[in-house]
């Protein structure tokens, strides 16, 4: 069949975003909750962060491992939790409070993807 591999690349491509796969190993098993993060966060954090929550993004700094206070008050709020000290300087994220049913999946997922 002409064109299937692309299609296939394609698909593959897609299934890793949302955190399947088609083989070849070396994915992380992600808890149920955390594959709901991943899909926010691939939905839309990676406008900003980068696509690994570990690396920095071309505006949002590395997010993986970020505490759920933290989470609940730039994500919600668009502010930061007291005494924290924020790694850019920098007031570009806007508050998103429609994730508010997703703070838990998004936090499960980052913790989950954390090189430590």
Known sequence: MAGTGSWWGAVCGGLALLGGGCGGGGEQELSELAQRGRVTY?????????????EDGSLGPAIAGASRALLEAKVLRGEYPPGYVPKRDSNAMPPFPHLA??????HAYLAEVERK
């Open 42 to 54: 691939v939905s839309l954090c990676i406008a900003c962060h980068n696509a690994d929550p570990n």
């Open 101 to 106: 049913g997703e703070i838990d999946a998004l």
